[in-house]
C-alpha cells in the first residue's frame, strides 16, 4: 500500500481511486487469509484507501493529514523512503506472488 501512496507522489486516494479498486481487487485473490472467515469489508476499496491515506500521514512530508495513523505505520513508510526502488521491487514481487496465486 506504501507503493500505492508513492506512485501517487504522497497524496490521497479515495475508495473511488482506479489504482485502489485495482488494488483491492488484487488483495482479495491472496489467500493469506482463509476466504471463509473474511469480512464483507475485508481489503475492500474503502479500507485501502483508508489505509493507504494513513500511510501518506505517517510520511514525514505528508500533504495531507490522515484519519488516524499508528506507530506501526511510521517505520514502514521511513523504510520505503530510505530505501524507495527496493520497497518497490518487493511490492512489484508480493503483486506477482498473489498474482500467481503463490500467496
Do not use: C
Request: glycine share 4%; proline share 9%.
Amino acid at each position: 500500500m506504501a507503493d500505492l501512496a508513492d506512485d501517487r507522489a504522497w497524496r490521497g486516494p479515495n475508495s473511488a481511486t482506479p489504482e485502489v479498486v485495482k488494488l483491492s481487487e488484487l488483495l482479495n485473490l491472496a489467500n493469506f487469509y482463509p476466504t471463509q472467515d473474511r469480512p464483507a469489508s475485508f481489503r475492500s476499496p474503502s479500507s485501502v484507501s483508508f489505509k493507504v491515506n494513513n500511510l501518506i500521514g505517517s510520511h514525514p512530508e505528508a500533504p495531507e493529514k490522515p484519519l488516524r495513523t499508528s506507530r506501526a505505520e511510521v517505520p514502514i513508510v521511513k523504510r520505503f523512503i530510505d530505501d524507495r526502488e527496493a520497497m518497490k521491487q518487493r511490492a512489484a514481487d508480493i503483486r506477482g506472488l498473489i498474482k500467481r496465486g503463490q500467496l
